[in-house]
């Protein structure tokens, strides 16, 4: 037994050491992209539940074609450019990214409400983050309600000074913050009221329980109100099937988004999105 134990050591070290490799060619290559200029923006449409060919927005969402490896997912990428400090540098140039490609839709004729992009909880420990998103905005002449700002429960968990202050700052700008992946993380319903927030994301774990699960549509309805009490619109996610979708609208649900409607798609597929909803 106590060999067994040793061999099983020495795999375990052995994977420990594969992981760390890979980690460290991951990062390697995440660095070289971002030099690149090599990852890409894709678009998901949000659309207005009383008018589903209407745009509420659409979000914009990392992607990284890898030469050799094709397609890596940011559930993988992100998380790497956090540990290695490279997500805020990431951040800025697809924010920049964002509004410039909102800004060539709107002089194209292209009616895009606005942009919605997801922030990282690590770039709110910069003091001048919340200066270097409204010097982005300028860039393309654009204005603070053209970006929608998704922060997830973890920033509004952080009790650091500086976090707060961007938060604050953000908000005077007339910035609109979205909580992201709501009702996942931990949740406390006392911050929605002391921080400036103005949608939720209700999680797909909701969403794709509503047919099957009591619960979740319990869970669902409290969410409605407590948003429709404080003036907060919610944006349900990963909507896939018209019966979540007919739920959410009978239920006053305003705004949705998910694969029924359009799945994260590169610009000129938005475009001729647009174009194919176009009355
Ligand atoms: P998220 O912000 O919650 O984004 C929603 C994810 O759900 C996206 O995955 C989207 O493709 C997927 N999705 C949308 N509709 C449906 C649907 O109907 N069904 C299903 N099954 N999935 C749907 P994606 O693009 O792989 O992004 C995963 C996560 O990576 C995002 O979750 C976000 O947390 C993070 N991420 C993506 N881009 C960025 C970025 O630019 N910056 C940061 N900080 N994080 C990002
Ligand atoms: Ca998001
Ligand atoms: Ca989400
Ligand atoms: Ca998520």
């Known amino acids: 037994a106590k060999s067994d134990h040793r061999h099983s050591l020495q795999l375990f070290s052995a994977e420990m050491n594969r992981r760390a490799q890979e980690r460290a060619s991951l990062e390697r290559a995440l660095q070289q992209a971002l030099s690149d ?9 949000q659309v207005l539940s009383s008018s589903p060919g209407t745009l509420h ?7 990284w074609n890898h030469p050799q490896w094709g397609m890596v997912p940011p559930s993988q990428f992100i998380p790497v450019a956090e540990d290695a400090g490279l ?10 990214e964002a509004c410039r490609q909102l800004a060539a839709w709107r002089a194209a004729g292209h ?5 919605a992009v997801n922030l990282s909880g690590r770039s709110f420990h910069r003091p001048e983050f919340a200066q270097e998103i409204s010097d982005a905005l300028q860039r393309h002449g654009l204005r603070a309600s053209d970006v929608l700002l998704e922060i997830t429960e973890s920033v509004m968990m952080d ?4 976090t707060l202050q961007n938060i604050e700052a953000l908000h005077h700008q007339g910035f609109k913050l979205s909580l992201d992946d709501f009702g996942t993380g931990y949740s406390s319903l006392s911050y929605l009221h002391r921080l400036p927030i ?5 999680d797909m774990a909701f969403v794709q329980d509503l047919t099957t699960s009591a619960t979740a549509r319990a869970l669902t309805v409290s969410v409605l109100s ?27 649900c305003p705004v949705m988004q998910g694969y029924l409607f359009g799945k994260p798609l590169p610009p000129d597929e ?10």
């Not at 103005?198 to 209700?202: A, G, V």
């Not at 948003?227 to 239920?251: K, P």
């Open 159 to 162: 009790a650091r000074p500086v």
């Open 37 to 45: 200029r090599s990852l890409m923006l894709h678009y998901q449409p």
């Open 87 to 96: 997500i805020h540098e990431l951040t800025l140039w697809l924010l920049d």
């Open 111 to 115: 009616d895009v409400p606005c942009v």
């Open 270 to 279: 938005i475009e001729a999105w647009l174009c194919a909803q176009a009355p």
């Open 57 to 63: 927005g659409v979000e914009a969402l990392a992607r």
């Open 198 to 202: 103005s949608e939720l994301k209700l």
């Open 226 to 252: 407590i948003a429709h009490s404080l003036g907060m619109v919610v944006v349900a996610e990963g909507v896939e099937t018209i019966g979540q979708q007919q739920w959410l609208q009978t239920h006053g």
